[in-house]
């Protein structure tokens, strides 16, 4: 399972290349000119089959290099689709070395074969699929979000979709020559030119996306050779980046290998969605006190709930899969930091700020008043006994002791960059004060020892002028809960990766086009008190309401 996903709405794979609407960006420039004709007739036969042998042999390194990579990056999508078209390639080049091995006679060849312009393009992609990195999809049909069945769909293909999401890559294998023609023929004419056009569709369709952070994908061309300065300027000017590969590998020269030139030169450096925060919701918050993610014994809990079928399904696959040394302390780890108070308060002010929201946005950020856990956990230690230490997950306790060091020396930064919302820590409080084991009590009191909570004006979060979050965009969906939506959009908006085992919201989310930063887990229940036969304390049937003001 991928731990560390994204999760962006549906990007149109399984569409035929052949589409109705499909917009072609022309840039693998696979047909020849007249020119190119006259050449293959005044060449050899000789000449055309050693030509062709090399292509072949050519395309058939390309399609081993896509194997390895294929392997080694299972969940990237559309490599079937880059696979099935080089075989394609190479069975057509096939076929005319036995025809005019057999045939002996004048053959048309066919116009995809005519130069070397469907290898480079292939070269260039495999080239730039294996330095990229965090690689989405390949061969990616992109269309508007939402669009009626009925309307006419123009779609644009991207050959790469790295970053994370956050840079579109498309190939421009054609010649120097063909570039200088190309400009040649656009002179005069408005931006609706063989390249200005489809380069400014699908800029289009990238201001459109609905990326976590309200952030937009990059759109890079990427030339094989110098395209004319001219080429260049209008690229930019629409908002797309054009690089020139040829370019960068005479700067390269001998001093590095290609992958480690790409990653740390001004080329195309890396782009990444900058978490500043980890916002736990209630599941997270839940699993990481369940006893079923801590049990001594798990298959003796499995019989002890076998009068409750989910949770006994839980602790089954807890057994094979577990929640918290799996999937959410490998997250914690890469994405926990630490911040003084008031960088704290500056890293939130400035997200918000970045997506034209105001400052005062944020109500207000403090650490969590657990005098009430506390107090339930001594009324809950006369009654059973506690054991003197408890299983609980290693990295909490690692930074819950790191928060007391730091304090103890007067460090300034001595806060983790964990934050809950404050409706998620009413309604976990709820939780904890009816359903909550002994054991579960005390984890729960090292875990919130490490989180701050925020709370923002929910004016913020749902209103959309400015729109500071597109998880505002789900307030029409029905099965999206307001508390999810708050939640969620408060993450979206501090630039925080949501931990969560909420499936519902990111179906919904994908349904909108809307793409949101979350580490998924398994669900784990609370089960020390059904375990252990232990009563339910009294309390309130529901979670507290939502304040109508703050979140």
Request: aromatic share 6%; net charge negative.
């Amino acid at each position: 399972m991928n731990l560390y996903k994204w999760h962006p709405c549906e990007e149109y794979d399984e569409v035929s290349d052949t589409a109705k609407g499909n917009i072609s960006l022309s840039l693998g420039s696979k047909c020849s000119s007249s020119d190119d004709l006259d050449s293959w007739s005044s060449a050899s036969e000789e000449d055309e089959l050693e030509s062709l042998m090399q292509m072949r042999q050519r395309l058939e390194l390309l399609h081993e290099r896509l194997m390895r990579y294929s392997e080694q990056h299972v969940s990237v999508k559309g490599l079937l689709k880059l696979s099935r078209r080089l075989k394609k390639e190479i069975a057509l080049v096939e076929d005319t070395i036995h025809l005019i091995s057999e045939e002996k006679g004048d053959v048309e060849p066919q116009c995809s074969l005519l130069h070397d312009a469907s290898v480079h393009h292939y070269e260039l992609i495999l080239a730039a699929l294996e330095c990229e990195p965090d690689v989405v999809s390949v061969c990616t049909l992109m269309r508007p979000i939402r669009k009626k069945k009925e309307e006419k769909e123009e779609q644009t293909e991207v050959d790469i979709v790295s970053c994370g999401g956050l840079r579109w890559l498309k190939v421009r294998a054609a010649s120097s020559q063909r570039l200088h023609s190309g400009m040649i023929e656009c002179c005069g004419r408005e931006c609706s030119c063989c390249y200005c056009a489809p380069v400014s569709h699908l800029l289009s369709l990238a201001r459109m996306r609905r990326l976590p952070f309200m952030q937009v994908p990059q759109v890079v061309v990427l030339f094989r050779h110098q395209p004319p300065l001219a080429m260049i300027e209008n690229i930019q000017r629409m908002g797309a980046r054009p690089v020139s590969y040829a370019e960068m590998l005479a700067k390269m020269g001998d001093k590095s290998t290609l992958q480690q030139y790409w990653y740390k030169s001004e080329f195309l450096p890396s782009l990444s969605f900058n978490v500043d925060f980890i916002c736990f919701d209630t599941t997270a918050l839940v699993a990481l006190c369940s006893e079923a993610c801590f049990a001594d014994a798990p298959a003796e809990n499995v019989v002890a709930l076998q009068n409750y079928h989910v949770m006994a399904e839980q602790q089954r696959r807890e057994m094979e899969t577990p929640c918290v040394r799996s999937h959410i302390e490998p997250a914690l780890e890469r994405y926990t930091k630490w911040y003084d108070k008031d960088e704290f308060i500056e890293r939130m002010r400035e997200n918000v700020m970045r997506r034209g929201g105001d400052a005062s946005c944020i109500s207000h950020i403090h650490t969590i008043d657990l005098s009430w856990l506390e107090e339930l956990i001594a009324t809950t230690s006369l009654t059973y006994e506690f054991e003197s230490t408890i299983n609980e997950s290693l990295l909490v306790r690692r930074v819950q002791e790191r928060c007391k060091d730091r304090m103890a020396d007067n460090s300034t930064s001595c806060f983790p960059n964990w934050i809950i919302a404050d409706i998620t820590l009413a309604e976990f409080r709820w939780i904890m004060e009816t359903i909550a084991g002994p054991k579960e009590l005390r984890r729960a009191l090292s875990l919130l020892h490490c989180c701050c909570v925020a709370t923002i004006d929910r004016k913020c979060l749902e209103g959309n002028n400015p729109l500071l979050t597109n998880v505002s965009l789900l307030a029409t969906r029905n099965k999206v809960s307001l508390r999810n939506r708050l939640v969620f959009g408060l993450g979206d908006i501090l630039g925080a990766v949501v931990f969560s085992s909420n499936r519902q919201i990111v179906y919904a989310a994908q349904d909108e086009g809307v793409e949101i930063l979350v580490v998924s887990h398994p669900a784990r229940a609370l089960v020390e008190q059904k375990v252990y036969g232990m009563q339910r304390r009294d309390g309130p049937t529901a979670p507290p309401p939502i304040d109508s003001e703050c979140c």
